[in-house]
């Protein structure tokens, strides 16, 4: 079945540590995104791709860093964790070309400690 | 001020309600606007788009964009308890690295 998968759905992890939040999808989507989502405040974009060997910084300043090697996967890491990283994130996909669709996966619950 | 101001709500209705919920925006280059459910622990799914002004309906939801106004609205018909969820508008003038999404409205719908 075609989709998107985050893991972990949820993360606690001690300050200073590296942490790797994975996103795969299997619908062969160009374009990935990484979004973060705090309790009642909108989604901000922190990066995205257009396809393999794609990364670009989204309008949120994040210390997270993406790789696009293959199309279906879309990493994102922090290389120090700190309290201030603890968010929700989510990653999403869309077919080139299409503006109004975006396909979220589950999300991340990251606790930095 | 944000680009896209959503009330927060929460809302509660009993079933069978009609729902009715907002959102205002200032940059009158969006051109494509959506509405998102988000379930509880859940991502958004999205659940109507419009093009530009106008309405469009499916099933017993209606979205409804005013540019004029720079207002759109989601109306959803006969209430459920499955309705239960937050609803996040979204806006982009042409390309989703530039979509904006509203902070979301907590939707309570009692049996």
């Known amino acids: 079945e075609a989709d998107i998968y985050q893991t972990p759905r949820y993360l606690v992890i001690g300050t200073g540590k590296k942490i790797t939040l994975e996103c795969s999808q299997t619908m062969g989507h160009d374009k990935m995104y990484w979004y973060q989502q705090d309790p009642g405040m909108e989604l901000h974009l922190i990066h995205y791709s257009y396809g393999v060997n794609s990364t670009e910084k989204g309008d949120l300043s994040s210390e997270s860093t993406v790789s696009r090697i293959r199309t279906e996967h879309f990493p994102l890491t922090l290389e120090s964790a700190r309290p201030s990283h603890t968010s929700q994130y989510l990653c999403?996909?869309?077919?080139?070309?299409?503006?109004?669709?975006?396909?979220f996966g589950s999300g991340t619950q990251l606790s930095v400690l | 001020q944000k680009e896209v101001e959503q009330d927060p709500g929460p809302l509660s209705v009993p079933e069978g309600a009609i729902v009715s919920l907002n959102c205002t925006y200032s940059?009158?280059?969006?051109?494509?606007f959506m509405w998102y459910r988000q379930y509880s622990r859940k991502g958004p799914e999205l659940l109507m788009y419009?093009?530009?002004?106008g309405n469009k309906e499916d099933g017993r939801f209606t979205a409804q964009v005013d540019k004029s106004s720079k207002y759109i609205s989601l109306f959803i018909r006969d209430s459920q308890p499955s309705d239960s969820a937050t609803y996040l508008c979204a806006m982009s003038p042409y390309n989703n690295n530039d979509m904006r999404f509203g902070a979301g409205t907590r939707l309570t719908v009692k049996p």
């Open positions: 419009t093009y530009s002004s």
């Open positions: 940059n009158s280059a969006f051109q494509y």
């Open positions: 999403a996909s869309s077919e080139r070309g299409t503006v109004e669709k975006l396909f």
